[in-house]
């Protein structure tokens, strides 16, 4: 099975850097995703992470350790449309078809205050 | 608008009923997944298609739960004789196999289910 662990909720203020942390537990890791979801809403695509290293995308920054385990999402010049749920879901094979599923963690609540 | 849709998008039934979701995927992508929502949770995979053929279904899901996707399109999830534990948000997405220069899933607006 996979296991994904992310901080429930986090606040920062508008203007401010904030960094969400996940880390997996996994096997036949094929890929990690961040996604955005404001409350009622889908949830929409952030950034993508296969290899070490970070990708930048404008404001928004990914992470990845696949020896740790271990990416962040990182955001900066937060501003307050920004509050919302970030989900990160890591991408395996090994299911009973041997195709590659996403599992989504639960998780992290920001708000954004000014 | 091209993006992923789903109808209805509020649906309220009562314990004992049968339930039929509808999923349009956006028209090249030939993969197509189904997710279950609930409140303070992240998405949890039911599903998925790639083209007409059903590859990957979740231990999780129970003999209640039917998905189909007859011409590799649209796709429809039904639940029969739901239960108050099957009230959620069913989220559909849609992707390129990967190798096919995709990899996102793009989300649908939901299917809200309350039973009572």
């Known amino acids: 099975g996979q296991n994904i662990d992310q901080p429930t909720e986090m606040t920062a203020t508008e203007g401010a850097i904030v960094q969400i942390n996940c880390t997996y537990q996994?096997?036949?890791?094929?890929?990690l995703f961040w996604y955005q979801q404001h409350a009622g809403e889908a949830p929409t695509f952030l950034s993508y992470n296969v290899l070490d290293g970070l990708e930048e995308k404008g404001r928004f920054s990914s992470f990845l350790s696949r020896s740790k385990g271990y990416s962040y999402l990182l955001l900066k010049e937060l501003q307050m449309k920004d509050s919302a749920s970030y989900l990160c879901a890591v991408r395996a094979t090994g299911g009973r078809s041997g195709y590659s599923t996403l599992t989504f963690g639960k998780g992290t609540m920001l708000l954004v205050s000014p | 608008d091209t993006g992923v849709s789903q109808d209805p998008r509020h649906k309220i039934t009562k314990r004992g009923q049968n339930v039929t979701f509808r999923c349009d995927p956006i028209s090249e992508h030939n993969r197509l997944y189904w997710y279950r929502q609930t409140l303070g949770q992240g998405p949890e995979f039911l599903t998925y298609f790639q083209n007409e053929a059903q590859l990957e279904k979740s231990r999780l899901l129970s003999d209640r739960f039917s998905a189909e996707r007859p011409k590799g399109s649209f796709s429809t999830l039904e639940i029969q004789r739901t239960e108050q534990g099957d009230s959620a948000m069913y989220l559909c997405?849609?992707?390129?196999?990967?190798?096919?220069?995709?990899?996102?899933?793009?989300f649908g607006p939901g299917t809200r289910l309350t039973v009572t």
């Open positions: 997405a849609s992707s390129l196999a990967p190798g096919t220069g995709g990899y996102e899933q793009y």
């Open positions: 996994t096997s036949g890791f094929n890929g």
